[in-house]
């Protein structure tokens, strides 16, 4: 540069005064890696005072402000119009790390661009790839300011030559900008005319950009300091949010709330069922408005339960450990629940662990809507993403213990009212007949023989009401007995090999004859028994067997409340020995088919559902299991349901046990 201040031209120089040797690589290339950035000219001249009253001003500038838009912004305004560039760009790594003694952050991750004037996002993409390839690792060993004299034909940018050209700009200046050795990212200069920087003006330049680096790490590390504290903040304030409430309902809400503040604008939980484990979608919410084009629609009516390993939820289901994915392509392919139009941007998944245990999993996403003001997730967000669901494991584990808790007190409150209305009914009518009975006793001696006769026919059937009412009392009692043996897991069965047709047999005979007691005009039901072959044995507790088939004819007896044909098969099949007892009755939906066999479970849908204590097919299932088989059922609503029994064959030397 003159005296006056003109730019002049100058070819750079190594620092020996010699021009550096210029080597290029096969195939027009880049040159090679001892001289792929030139040297830059000592040029001796005395800096401008304006110059250095502009630095003095920068420099005060990056040791008052913490804020790290601000300061790179009023970084790159300030050397924009102090050297006359015509545009100017600072690339910084993305994020920042602590070094392995827990001291300096380091910044690690990605490229991006921090700051630029006069930029285009074309270029920008451009020369972030170029830095990401190879020359940001270059510049580290470098550590020293490079100047390009003619950025449109150097075949060091190789790649962005033709962009440059586009661009418009002849000349760069490339900053490192360097902590402890460390280069935390460049500052470049671009001129659209030749501009070659003097000695002082490098050697100024480089004490500067050593000062902004500083600068610029720790107004990161203070905002990074500040962003954890609000997220520390964030989650305290989540965490006794979540506990507030034992309502499983609330506690949810409250858990997607604290997602949408802290994570992601969209959230959808799974949990894991118990006895299951498939996790069921249960919550879904989005903080983002929808364009008017587009429909906002709840995915749970469309989510079906995942499997383990079945996409980003089932492969945190799964292994355990949080899912992030970023390329709208592998989110769509990932999940069940986001939409093509939604344009989901990123997508983090982490397991609900409560004691141990995996009980759900989180996800949070971004849906966009195609907009570029929805930042996408960052990986540093798994971390925080898993700190919150945590959280909201325990919370929702303790509000699902505390609702099981209430349910199994109203199943208990429920039983006891159960118990009391059905010890009241045989009851009452042991009375009232015993009544009769002592009543009929006192005239029946003076009366004639025929009048006798008549008056012990009543009493024989009042004796009989007597007897049947006692053997209802009898299962009441043997059905408490066998749930406590249950739950106390001291179920005892005597296994011998007897002959399965008889039991079933008896069993119909035995529901017909107390058709016969009931003397009163009744809807009437066939029984209709096949055998294949006609003796087919079985290693079985005959009392037990006969209980459970007891039950089932019973049962579709009580729930065919028009009648019909109760069909009973024994059947030996090629493995196994098959019972079945199909009516034609009122049938039962999906979700009563899968908790028939549970404790204290009543259909509801039955006209005198007060009847019984919920607990015949519970006990049926763990006495058919005790025997080595099991018990199933299949039905559909208005045609009826057929229960099967299926029992393993016998081997060639039985063991009977006893």
Same mark, same amino acid.
Request: hydrophobic letters at 40%; one cysteine or more; proline letters at 4%.
């Given at each position: 540069?003159?005296?006056?201040?003109?730019?002049?031209?100058?070819?750079?120089?190594?620092?020996?005064?010699?021009?550096?040797?210029?080597?290029?690589?096969?195939?027009?290339?880049?040159?090679?890696?001892?001289?792929?950035?030139?040297?830059?000219?000592?040029?001796?001249?005395?800096?401008?005072?304006?110059?250095?009253?502009?630095?003095?001003?920068?420099?005060?500038?990056?040791?008052?402000?913490?804020?790290?838009?601000?300061?790179?912004?009023?970084?790159?305004?300030?050397?924009?119009?102090?050297?006359?560039?015509?545009?100017?760009?600072?690339?910084?790594?993305?994020?920042?790390?602590?070094? %392995?003694?827990?001291? &300096?952050?380091?910044? @690690?991750?990605?490229?991006?661009?921090? =700051?630029?004037?006069?930029? /285009? $996002? #074309?270029?920008?993409?451009?020369?972030?790839?170029?830095?990401?390839?190879?020359?940001?690792?270059?510049?580290?060993?470098?550590?020293?300011?490079?100047?390009?004299?003619?950025?449109?034909?150097?075949?060091?940018?190789?790649?962005?030559?033709?962009?440059?050209?586009?661009?418009?700009?002849?000349?760069?200046?490339?900053?490192?900008?360097? %902590?402890?050795?460390? &280069?935390?990212?460049? @500052?470049?200069?671009?001129?659209?005319? =030749?501009?070659?920087?003097? /000695? $002082? #003006?490098?050697?100024?330049?480089?004490?500067?950009?050593?000062?902004?680096?500083?600068?610029?790490?720790?107004?990161?590390?203070?905002?990074?300091?500040?962003?954890?504290?609000?997220?520390?903040?964030?989650?305290?304030?989540?965490?006794?949010?979540?506990?507030?409430?034992?309502?499983?309902?609330?506690?949810?809400?409250?858990?997607?709330?604290?997602?949408?503040?802290?994570?992601?604008?969209?959230?959808?939980?799974?949990?894991?069922?118990?006895?299951?484990?498939?996790?069921?979608?249960?919550?879904?919410?989005?903080?983002?408005?929808?364009?008017?084009?587009?429909?906002?629609?709840?995915?749970?009516?469309?989510?079906?339960?995942?499997?383990?390993?079945?996409?980003?939820?089932?492969?945190?289901?799964?292994?355990?450990?949080?899912?992030?994915?970023?390329?709208?392509?592998?989110?769509?392919?990932?999940?069940?629940?986001?939409?093509?139009?939604?344009?989901?941007?990123?997508?983090?998944?982490?397991?609900?662990?409560?004691?141990?245990?995996?009980?759900?999993?989180?996800?949070?996403?971004?849906?966009?809507?195609?907009?570029?003001?929805?930042?996408?997730?960052?990986?540093?967000?798994?971390?925080?993403?898993?700190?919150?669901?945590?959280?909201?494991?325990?919370?929702?584990?303790?509000?699902?213990?505390?609702?099981?808790?209430?349910?199994?007190?109203?199943?208990?409150?429920?039983?006891?009212?159960?118990?009391?209305?059905?010890?009241?009914?045989?009851?009452?009518?042991?009375?009232?007949?015993?009544?009769?009975?002592?009543?009929?006793?006192?005239?029946?001696?003076?009366?004639?023989?025929?009048?006798?006769?008549?008056?012990?026919?009543?009493?024989?059937?009042?004796?009989?009401?007597?007897?049947?009412?006692?053997?209802?009392?009898?299962?009441?009692?043997?059905?408490?007995?066998?749930?406590?043996?249950?739950?106390?897991?001291?179920?005892?069965?005597?296994?011998?090999?007897?002959?399965?047709?008889?039991?079933?047999?008896?069993?119909?005979?035995?529901?017909?004859?107390?058709?016969?007691?009931?003397?009163?005009?009744?809807?009437?039901?066939?029984?209709?028994?096949?055998?294949?072959?006609?003796?087919?044995?079985?290693?079985?507790?005959?009392?037990?067997?006969?209980?459970?088939?007891?039950?089932?004819?019973?049962?579709?007896?009580?729930?065919?409340?028009?009648?019909?044909?109760?069909?009973?098969?024994?059947?030996?099949?090629?493995?196994?020995?098959?019972?079945?007892?199909?009516?034609?009755?009122?049938?039962?939906?999906?979700?009563?088919?899968?908790?028939?066999?549970?404790?204290?479970?009543?259909?509801?849908?039955?006209?005198?559902?007060?009847?019984?204590?919920?607990?015949?097919?519970?006990?049926?299932?763990?006495?058919?299991?005790?025997?080595?088989?099991?018990?199933?059922?299949?039905?559909?609503?208005?045609?009826?349901?057929?229960?099967?029994?299926?029992?393993?064959?016998?081997?060639?030397?039985?063991?009977?046990?006893?």
């Amino acid at each position: 540069m003159s005296q006056d201040g003109r730019d002049t031209q100058a070819n750079p120089v190594s620092e020996d005064g010699r021009k550096p040797e210029i080597k290029h690589m096969e195939g027009g290339r880049t040159f090679n890696e001892a001289h792929r950035l030139e040297e830059l000219a000592p040029v001796q001249s005395a800096l401008r005072p304006e110059q250095a009253e502009a630095l003095l001003s920068i420099s005060a500038l990056l040791n008052r402000d913490l804020n790290p838009g601000r300061v790179l912004y009023g970084l790159i305004s300030q050397i924009k119009a102090l050297f006359h560039a015509d545009r100017v760009g600072v690339f910084l790594r993305q994020n920042l790390m602590a070094d %392995n003694e827990g001291g &300096l952050k380091l910044d @690690l991750g990605p490229i991006v661009c921090a =700051a630029s004037l006069g930029l /285009s $996002d #074309e270029y920008l993409a451009a020369i972030i790839a170029f830095y990401e390839n190879k020359e940001f690792r270059h510049l580290q060993n470098l550590r020293r300011p490079v100047y390009i004299a003619n950025a449109q034909a150097d075949a060091r940018l190789n790649g962005l030559r033709s962009l440059n050209k586009q661009e418009g700009f002849q000349s760069v200046l490339t900053l490192p900008l360097l %902590n402890r050795e460390n &280069l935390i990212g460049v @500052l470049d200069l671009y001129h659209d005319q =030749a501009r070659v920087y003097s /000695s $002082d #003006e490098i050697r100024l330049l480089a004490i500067f950009a050593n000062q902004a680096a500083l600068s610029i790490t720790n107004a990161r590390l203070y905002e990074e300091s500040r962003r954890r504290e609000l997220d520390s903040t964030r989650l305290s304030e989540a965490g006794r949010i979540f506990n507030s409430s034992l309502k499983l309902r609330e506690v949810l809400h409250n858990i997607a709330l604290a997602s949408m503040k802290i994570l992601g604008n969209s959230v959808m939980i799974f949990i894991v069922q118990d006895g299951t484990v498939t996790a069921t979608p249960i919550l879904w919410d989005s903080e983002i408005e929808a364009p008017g084009t587009i429909k906002k629609v709840s995915p749970l009516r469309t989510t079906h339960p995942i499997q383990p390993g079945e996409g980003a939820v089932g492969k945190t289901l799964q292994s355990g450990v949080p899912f992030f994915l970023t390329e709208r392509r592998d989110i769509l392919k990932a999940t069940a629940f986001t939409r093509p139009d939604e344009e989901v941007n990123s997508l983090v998944c982490v397991p609900l662990k409560a004691y141990g245990k995996t009980i759900g999993v989180l996800a949070s996403y971004q849906i966009t809507y195609g907009s570029d003001e929805v930042e996408p997730l960052e990986k540093r967000h798994m971390a925080l993403a898993t700190q919150l669901a945590d959280r909201a494991a325990i919370a929702i584990q303790n509000a699902r213990l505390y609702e099981a808790e209430k349910r199994e007190q109203r199943a208990k409150d429920e039983f006891l009212s159960l118990i009391s209305h059905e010890l009241r009914t045989p009851l009452t009518s042991i009375k009232g007949y015993n009544h009769l009975l002592y009543k009929r006793l006192d005239i029946i001696t003076p009366l004639e023989p025929e009048e006798q006769f008549k008056v012990m026919d009543g009493l024989r059937h009042y004796t009989e009401v007597i007897g049947t009412q006692i053997d209802r009392l009898q299962s009441l009692v043997e059905e408490l007995t066998s749930i406590s043996h249950i739950e106390t897991g001291k179920l005892e069965l005597k296994i011998t090999n007897i002959e399965l047709v008889s039991i079933v047999q008896d069993q119909i005979e035995r529901m017909e004859q107390e058709f016969k007691l009931a003397r009163q005009p009744r809807i009437r039901h066939q029984f209709e028994l096949k055998a294949v072959p006609q003796i087919i044995q079985a290693n079985v507790d005959p009392m037990a067997l006969s209980r459970v088939v007891r039950n089932l004819l019973s049962n579709a007896v009580k729930f065919s409340p028009k009648g019909g044909v109760v069909r009973v098969r024994v059947q030996r099949g090629s493995d196994e020995t098959y019972i079945t007892v199909q009516d034609e009755g009122i049938g039962m939906p999906l979700d009563v088919q899968e908790r028939i066999f549970e404790r204290f479970y009543k259909v509801n849908s039955h006209p005198n559902r007060a009847n019984g204590l919920g607990l015949g097919l519970y006990i049926s299932k763990h006495l058919i299991e005790g025997m080595g088989g099991r018990i199933k059922v299949e039905s559909s609503e208005g045609v009826g349901s057929t229960f099967t029994i299926s029992l393993p064959h016998i081997p060639a030397n039985p063991k009977i046990e006893t």
